[in-house]
Structure formats: structure tokens, C-alpha cells
């Protein structure tokens, strides 16, 4: 596993640097060797965030070098609009002069960045754009491909946008495979395709008529080449969100699901989008429920919960709530895995 050092400066707490905890919870390419932020320096990650790696935080490249082997740095966020925070600017030029490939998962690629492009020539490092479309030429159209996949296709989704869709998917996919099932999961955005997903797109870099395609040829490609009988999908933002009206809708059209899990934070208030600006509000599970249902033949078949803001108690009241209410197993998925497991492995 390649030696890897995070960089969150000044993010690591926010929901923004979803690709660092991501990659602190479940990494199969990299061996994460250190978190750069300033704010939390000296720290461990485990501090600092609910249900990570122990990780030791530093201030600075140099700090992390003085005690670790390191061959790539990865920019750990995933900033509203994809832009680079320009504190990050420095710590990277400071990794390329120390040698270290850059990967990042923004809109704003750093291979296009002609200061950061010049030095990483000059000192012969790569610099990787994860979140990047392939060539126009390369792109798939939508083929209607569901009708010749014998897997059944489950997409995780969910009422917001860094929600904990992903999470939930890899807490529930390891399960599945120590259970024994023939299982493969499909990536739909930077973190997954950071953390080893072996099929998948970063699918809100895809232009607009090749969205649905592209993801449906991953689709098909985990099928033709493995054979499983459950695919995975990773949801994007969701379908009520104003700000990302792309993601699950290509998620439900690429996929056309069997069943779909549904990821949901009862304890915040607001969409996770410019939050202090909008304060637009979070939906209910059951308004989501209903337009899965419109834009699929597919129903929520398992209700997952983000805790965050609650307390165990409160957690449990409300997973207590959501089974009762909608007739639906619920649970915590990375406590409770098995539950979403059983309710997959019942479609069979």
C-alpha cells in the first residue's frame, strides 16, 4: 500500500473533508500515515472524528517527515463547488518539492493548474485528477443494460448530501462478504474511487448526456467480469436536494434498482449546503420514500442512520421509530450492519 498523508487544513471536523474520513475509515490503496491540520495538530484522528483510524494529526508537511515515510499526499475535501482552498496551495507545493504525487478529487484540477503543473514537472512528480471525466470519445450513452444483469442492484441513497451513503454501503458490502455472498459495489464519486473501488466514475464530472450511460457501463462491467449476485451502488447528494439534482436520479436510472437503502440524519436540521446562507431544511424520510418510488419501480427496502447530534438513546428512539412506522428494518450500519445485510439477502 502506497504511504499517504492527508491534507484537511483547517476541515477535518466538517463534513467537507468526507474524502479524509472516508479514507480513515476504509482505505485498500493507501496506508494513511498522517492528517496535515493546523487546528488539530498533535491530536489523533479518532479525536476528532466519530468512528475513525487512530492517525496522528500535524501542522505542516515537514512535521510528518521528520517522523514518517510518505509517497503521496491527498487532498482530503470535498469543498461545496469543488474549488481548492487556497491555504491548501502552499502545503502542496511544498509535497511536490519534497517529491510526493498529488491526487485530488476537485473540480478545480490541479493537472490544468499551470503553477502547480510547472513544478510538479520540474520535479518529476504525478500529479492525479481523480474527479475527472474521461475523454469525450470514451464516454458510454445508456444502453439499457439492467434487462441482461441477473445481480440485483442496490443503490444506497439518501436525504442529503455527505450523509454517510458511502459508509454505510462499505460497512454493509464487508458484511455481505464474510457472509459469503457473491457481492461488488460500483463507486460514484472521489472517495470511493480514492478507497479501492475497482468499478466506478466520478459521476458529477460526467457530462450531462453520458451520466446515466456511464455509470451503467460500470454497472455492467461488475457484472460481466464478476458474476456476483448483488451490485452495490453508491448514491449521490439526493433527490430533494435543490443543489444536486443530477446524482440519485442517475443513480435510479443507471442502476434501475431491485431495492434501495436509504441513509438519513435525523438530528440535523439543515442540508449540508452553505448551511450559515440557506439553512434549507431536511427532508423526512418518507418525502424521499416517495419520489425513489416516482422515479423508479423500486422501493426503500432499509432505513440506515447517520447519528450525528444524537445521543445513543435518541438514536435508538428514532431507529425504533422508523421500523415501526414504515414497517422497514432500520439500523445504525456501522453498528448494525447485519440487519441491512439480511433485509439485501431477502430480495434474493
Avoid at 496535515?36 to 510528518?64: A, H, M, N
Avoid at 475535501?77 to 491555504?87: D, H, I, K, Q, S
Wanted: glycine share 8%; hydrophobic share 35%; with cysteine.
Amino acid at each position: 500500500m502506497t504511504k499517504t498523508v492527508i491534507l484537511t487544513d483547517g476541515f477535518l471536523d466538517q463534513g467537507t473533508a468526507k474524502t479524509a474520513h472516508g479514507l480513515l475509515r476504509h482505505s485498500e490503496k493507501y496506508e494513511i500515515v498522517g492528517v496535515i491540520d493546523s487546528e488539530f495538530q498533535g491530536k489523533k484522528t479518532d479525536e476528532v472524528i466519530r468512528r475513525s483510524k487512530s492517525v496522528k494529526i500535524y501542522p505542516d508537511l515537514p512535521s510528518v517527515l521528520k517522523e514518517k515515510e510518505v509517497e503521496t499526499l491527498i487532498v482530503g475535501v470535498a469543498t461545496v463547488g469543488g474549488y481548492l482552498p487556497e491555504n491548501f496551495r502552499e502545503h502542496i507545493k511544498t509535497a511536490i518539492k519534497n517529491g510526493l504525487d498529488i491526487i485530488a478529487g476537485l473540480h478545480h484540477y490541479l493537472t490544468e493548474d499551470q503553477e502547480l503543473k510547472g513544478l510538479a514537472e520540474e520535479y518529476d512528480v504525478t500529479l492525479t485528477d481523480i474527479r475527472k471525466s474521461p475523454p469525450l470519445d470514451e464516454l458510454h450513452y445508456f444502453k439499457n443494460r439492467k434487462k441482461d444483469i441477473e445481480a440485483l442492484t442496490i443503490p444506497f441513497l439518501g436525504t442529503d448530501s455527505a450523509v454517510g451513503k458511502r459508509t454505510a454501503l462499505l460497512e454493509v458490502y464487508e458484511v455481505m462478504k464474510e457472509r459469503g455472498a457473491k457481492v461488488e459495489w460500483v463507486a460514484t464519486g472521489q472517495t470511493g474511487l480514492l478507497q479501492g473501488s475497482e468499478y466506478g466514475i466520478p459521476l458529477d464530472s460526467i457530462k450531462g448526456d453520458y451520466m446515466v450511460g456511464e455509470l451503467e457501463n460500470q454497472i455492467w462491467k461488475a457484472w460481466k467480469e464478476k458474476e456476483p449476485d448483488y451490485i452495490l451502488v453508491e448514491g449521490q447528494g439526493s433527490i430533494s436536494h435543490p443543489a444536486y439534482v443530477c446524482g440519485s436520479r442517475a443513480v435510479l436510472s443507471a442502476s434501475q434498482p431491485d431495492g434501495v437503502v436509504l441513509q438519513h440524519a435525523p438530528g440535523r436540521k439543515y442540508r449540508h449546503y452553505n448551511e450559515d446562507e440557506i439553512q434549507w431544511p431536511m427532508p423526512d424520510p418518507q418525502t424521499e420514500r416517495e419520489l425513489i418510488r416516482s422515479f423508479s419501480d423500486a422501493d426503500v427496502i432499509a432505513i440506515t442512520i447517520n447519528p450525528e447530534d444524537l445521543t445513543e438513546d435518541e438514536k435508538k428512539e428514532y431507529i425504533s421509530k422508523y421500523e415501526e412506522e414504515y414497517d422497514l428494518p432500520s439500523s445504525d450500519a456501522i453498528q448494525e450492519p447485519g440487519k441491512i445485510a439480511e433485509a439485501i439477502s431477502d430480495l434474493g
